[in-house]
Structures are given as C-alpha cells and as structure tokens.
T-cell receptor, first 114, second 112 residues
Framework: DAGVTQSPTHLIKTRGQHVTLRCSPI?????VSWYQQVLGQGPQFIFQYYEKEERGRGNFPDRFSARQFPNYSSELNVNALLLGDSALYLCASSYPTGRNTEAFFGQGTRLTVV | GENVEQHPSTLSVQEGDSAVIKCTYS??????FPWYKQELGKRPQLIIDIRSNVGEKKDQRIAVTLNKTAKHFSLHITETQPEDSAVYFC???????????FGTGTSLTVIP
C-alpha cells in the first residue's frame, strides 16, 4: 500500500516566481493537510482540506493557497515567492472521518528560493 | 490560536537511561496530542498519541502523560537505545481534523 506521496522532492525557484506542490494521500484518505517546516523548527499548519472543502487555515499570507481534487489529491500554491518561503513543505493525510486521528506524512518537498 | 511550547530543545542521555520531553499548550479546547519522531532527512512518524479523556498511555518503552488542568503533556522514553536518536515533536489539535500545532522540537542524542 503506497504511503503519502509528494512531488517534486526538491525545487529551486527565484524570488517573485510561483510554485505548485502536489500531494497524493493514502488510498481512502479524504483529509489532507499542509505544513511548512523551516530548518530547525517544528512544522507549521498551513491548510486542511476535507472532502474538497477548506476546513482550516493557519497564519499564512494570501500568497498561499490550496485546493483538493475529486480524487482527494491536493495542490499547494505559493505566489510571489520570498526568500523566507524556503522550507520543507509536508503533506499529511488521514482517515475519512476527518476527526483527530493519526496523520501520515509524506516525505516532503524541499523548496529553496534564491 | 493554539501555542505549543516544548522543552528541552536538546537532550543527551547515556544508553539505557530515560529521557523526558515536556510540552505545554495554551488552548483548553485541544483534545488530541500526538508525538512525532523525525530522523534526519525523513518524514515525521507518529510514535504515540493521547486523547484528552486519558491521563496516561504506554507502548513498550514509550509513554505519554497528560495533565489537562495544567495544560501540559510529556513523553517518556525508558531504556534508551542509539536508534532513539532523532528530533521529537509534540503537537496539539483543537478542532476536528488534523490541524496540528507543533512544538519546536527536541533533538535527542543517545550516547552508546
């Protein structure tokens, strides 16, 4: 059974550019959450989607957006990239109920903004 | 919003000794508290979790305790082994769904 998969694994972008990160949840999981992990810190919650609807948003600027598709995969978009957006972006999926249950993380996308 | 604090930031123990990591949270509505282990360059992996209706949970060498009144919870690892060396994160979740608020992490080193 495949785990949570994210693509790409590494990405280098220039300031001001736009980036799209992708996440495929574990089969049967309908909840997907996104986190930003800056080096040396804990993951910070960005978005949660459940059944294709946004269920929560962390303290991030409007440059960050996301969506969930009918197959429950998800995209995280970041516009007008800043140097400070350099981080590991993690996606997590969980069971269909969407309640507080175990979240399984992907391996992350390492974004470097230069 | 929820604020989770974690101490210590680094911890070194001799193999076989115990390790304790402590976290506090701010929002009394938080009701789910997972602990994740993250090895260098790898994804966070759940090692144990506890819900607000339980005071303690144990899984072999790992245990977690929760004090709802004081809003703090702790991870206890007994008989530590070199493979326990990693960064450990506590987290708290308020609402339904996996909206976790993480602590800043504890880098545990087990010295053989």
């Amino acid at each position: 059974d495949a785990g949570v998969t994210q693509s790409p694994t590494h990405l280098i972008k220039t300031r001001g550019q736009h980036v799209t990160l992708r996440c495929s949840p574990i089969s049967g999981h309908k909840s997907v959450s996104w986190y930003q992990q800056v080096l040396g810190q804990g993951p910070q919650f960005i978005f949660q989607y459940y059944e294709k609807e946004e269920r929560g948003r962390g303290n991030f600027p409007d440059r960050f957006s996301a969506r969930q598709f009918p197959n429950y995969s998800s995209e995280l978009n970041v516009n007008a990239l800043l140097l400070g957006d350099s981080a590991l972006y993690l996606c997590a999926s969980s069971y269909p109920t969407g309640r507080n249950t175990e979240a399984f993380f992907g391996q992350g996308t390492r974004l470097t903004v230069v | 919003g929820e604020n989770v604090e974690q101490h210590p930031s680094t911890l070194s123990v001799q193999e076989g000794d115990s390790a304790v990591i402590k976290c506090t949270y701010s929002d009394s509505a938080s009701n789910y508290f997972p602990w994740y282990k993250q090895e260098l360059g790898k994804r966070p992996q759940l090692i144990i979790d506890i819900r607000s209706n339980v005071g303690e949970k144990k899984d072999q060498r790992i245990a977690v305790t929760l004090n709802k009144t004081a809003k703090h919870f702790s991870l206890h690892i007994t008989e530590t082994q070199p493979e326990d060396s990693a960064v450990y994160f506590c987290a708290a979740s308020i609402a339904a769904g996996n909206q976790f608020y993480f602590g800043t992490g504890t880098s545990l080193t087990v010295i053989p």
